[in-house]
């Protein structure tokens, strides 16, 4: 292995030693549990607070508004669940779209089981819904609006602004998945109408097992998780202090200085395409440039099977991806792609380059250099 170049930022991001200094005492000296009422205690009942602060911030809201989870995919079923039970005497339709995060697809499946009305919206060829079709499917009963503010494998930015209005404008509540969104893009959760939103902070830096939801205070939502009376007894279980520290932390580094960081990821990915442009095979972009974050670039490599790309690149101490981490054992092609208009063929010779603010020029000729050495190979 001549060099390690990560580039599979969207599954998950290498934990900063900023962050893992902060979390530190909370595993070895601040341990104390954050319901007890001794001065270790106490401790740690201060620093969850601290990172709640953080996190409200970084989304504009107010910090009553936020709740620790385990996890993304945990937040987006608390929200859409908790929505969906405490609501369903208003109406039992729910609108989502058909590229959302499984964590959203697979809820919305239980909840058709338990006699909800699901409307999966369609996406163009750049993953994008159509507003139209969107205020179009709002019916009487519409209690719930879920869309994703970034689609993980193709990197799409949804319309968020004009959903929050038409939502709103309807009276229906917006959640929207914004895992791969927080800390690439500026968000003001209140500007945009959006009521409950979900994140995950191994996405920007943070801990693995740690998330949050904000729900807006004006939402009424049923418990996922019953027990003690953590998170304003909302969701029940003693608190991952240490976890809920570093999220604090990471969300504060991440959403400093975004829009300068969002430029340099854009100008490093940007090089990367038009570098592989210059290849000896044809190379083009799922989806397109507009609308799209800075790190992701989700290309296809024409009669190249992704398997054996994903393997040469791993070889050379590269780290892509050939779709979503959460689906990457299931030998179907991506929903994503297919929603998009890609074909099994398409699919299945296309890798995900997810670049963060990490990575470097060099990164990029080393990957190019990589892939070009071993295309008579690839080809085969």
């Known amino acids: 292995m001549e060099k390690f170049v990560y580039v599979d930022n969207s599954a998950t991001t290498k934990l900063t030693k900023e962050v ?111 507003i139209s ?112 520290v570093g999220m604090g932390k990471a969300i504060e580094i991440a959403t400093k200085n975004i829009e300068e960081k969002e430029n340099k990821i854009r100008m490093i990915r940007d090089y990367l395409y038009k570098k592989l442009l210059k290849l000896d095979c044809r190379v083009s972009v799922n989806g397109n440039f507009e609308n799209r974050v800075a790190g992701n670039l989700n290309v296809c490599f024409d009669g190249i099977d992704n398997n054996n790309m994903l393997l040469i690149l791993d070889m050379n101490g590269i780290c892509v991806s050939i779709g979503s981490a959460c689906n990457s054992n299931v030998a179907v092609p991506s929903h994503v792609l297919t929603a998009i208009g890609c074909d099994t063929k398409r699919a299945s010779s296309s890798i995900r380059f997810s670049l963060g603010d990490q990575n470097t020029l060099d990164d990029v000729e080393y990957i190019v250099y990589v892939i070009e050495k071993n295309l008579d190979i690839l080809k085969k």
């Open 20 to 130: 893992l200094n902060e979390m530190m005492p909370y595993l070895n000296e601040y341990y104390g549990n954050a319901s007890s009422n001794y001065l270790l205690g106490i401790k740690s009942r201060e620093a969850i607070q601290k990172a709640r602060n953080k996190v409200a911030n970084a989304i504009c809201v107010s910090a009553d508004e936020i709740y620790f989870t385990a996890g993304g995919s945990e937040a987006d079923n608390m929200i859409i669940k908790g929505i969906a039970m405490a609501n369903k005497d208003r109406g039992k339709h729910i609108i989502t779209t058909s590229i959302e995060h499984l964590a959203v697809l697979n809820t919305c499946m239980y909840l058709e089981k338990e006699g909800f009305d699901i409307t999966y919206l369609k996406v163009d060829k750049n993953g994008r819904i159509d």
């Open 133 to 244: 079709e969107l205020e179009n499917s709002i019916r009487e009963d519409t209690i719930l609006i879920s869309v994703m503010f970034v689609n993980n494998e193709i990197g799409t930015i949804e319309p968020i602004e004009e959903i929050g209005k038409i939502a709103k404008k309807h009276n229906v509540y917006f959640h929207t998945d914004a895992v791969q969104a927080v800390g690439n893009i500026t968000i003001d959760a209140k500007k945009l109408n959006i009521d409950a939103l979900s994140m995950s902070a191994h996405k920007f830096h943070g801990p693995k097992g740690v998330g949050a939801a904000y729900i807006s205070e004006n939402i009424v939502f049923s418990n996922l998780i019953n027990g003690g009376h953590q998170e304003c007894g909302r969701r029940a279980g003693t608190e991952n202090v240490a976890g809920i």
